[in-house]
């Protein structure tokens, strides 16, 4: 045991009391114990202070602030941390019971990492288990593959304290990419060690739609573009380009569902013209042809 707690847990919260004890629960309920939980309340206008105060534990600490979004909420726990490491728990969301632990031991197996991370069990509104389908996730030094996709999961993650810190924490500006952003400047400090293992409850929404989504590929490419541009001296120029075909191969088959269909072609043409040697690219741009006609 050291003096202070290992591990830190940041969770910010904006008028979800009615989910926050779950998370809490969750918490409190991991087989690793020396941790503390920073609940960072963002101008909640509900029982958020009654709920954590009901609980009565000292790992437990409360901060509040004036409604300024989750960006800084996070970063208000980073600033407060004491832990060697950092974890994020949204307050509608919840937790494995090991997922502290077997981070802990992972990090042992892989000194080398700045981050580990692993899969999400998917749940609807009521805390109903619909999927355990993942997206392929990587280990190493993966700053090329993640701007092709944002697969690194911030419920699942474990961080040392000291790399959130230098890399400055959350960008505020970055509204619908927050999490994202950060992971791309991590890797380029740290490489990530990902366990194929379950370790957080993800809770999805119905008001989660695909318009949501397409707003957030567009916030995604405006930022993918000025990282690129900030840190061209640090990337392969040749895996970035297969990187932004990836990515706009995903981002036209969003469009062409969600009825863009200029939005949709536009991508297309860019997945073959940034990389026209890959037989994927072709094939996702005739693909997403053909939704755009039907």
């Known amino acids: 045991m050291t003096s202070g707690p290992l591990v830190s847990i940041v969770t910010p919260t904006f008028n979800r009391a009615d989910y926050l004890r779950v998370a809490i629960d969750s918490v ?102 619909f999927s355990r389908r993942n997206m392929r996730r990587r280990s190493g030094w993966i700053t090329e593959a993640l701007l092709g996709d944002n697969f690194v999961s911030m419920n699942t993650t474990m961080t040392r304290t000291e790399l959130l810190r230098r890399v400055g924490g959350f960008d505020p500006a970055d509204r619908y990419a927050e999490d994202y952003g950060l992971w791309l400047r991590v890797s380029l400090h740290a490489p990530f060690a990902y366990v194929p293992e379950c370790w957080a409850y993800y809770r999805i929404m119905e008001n989660q739609i695909s318009s949501d989504k397409l707003t957030r590929l567009d916030a995604n490419e405006s930022l993918i573009q000025s990282f690129i541009q900030e840190h061209a001296d640090q990337l392969d120029a040749r895996q970035v380009r297969d990187a932004l075909s990836r990515f706009h191969e995903r981002k036209g088959r969003h469009e062409a569902s969600g009825g863009r269909r200029r939005g949709a072609l536009a991508s297309g043409l860019r997945t073959v013209r940034y990389a026209p040697g890959r037989m994927g690219a072709w094939r996702s741009f005739l693909r997403i042809l053909f939704d755009v006609a039907r």
């Open 28 to 129: 409190l309920a991991q087989t690793y114990a020396n941790f503390e939980h920073l609940i960072v309340d963002d101008g909640s206008t509900d029982d958020t202070a009654g709920v954590v105060a009901s609980y009565g534990d000292e790992r437990l600490r409360y901060f509040r602030q004036e409604n300024q979004g989750q960006s800084v909420a996070r970063n208000v726990g980073i600033e407060n941390s004491r832990g060697e490491f950092i974890c994020f728990l949204d307050s509608d969301n919840a937790w494995m019971p090991d997922k502290l632990r077997q981070q802990l031991e992972a990090f042992e197996s892989h000194p080398e990492a700045g981050v580990v991370y692993g899969d999400i069990i998917s749940i609807d509104a009521e805390g109903n288990e």
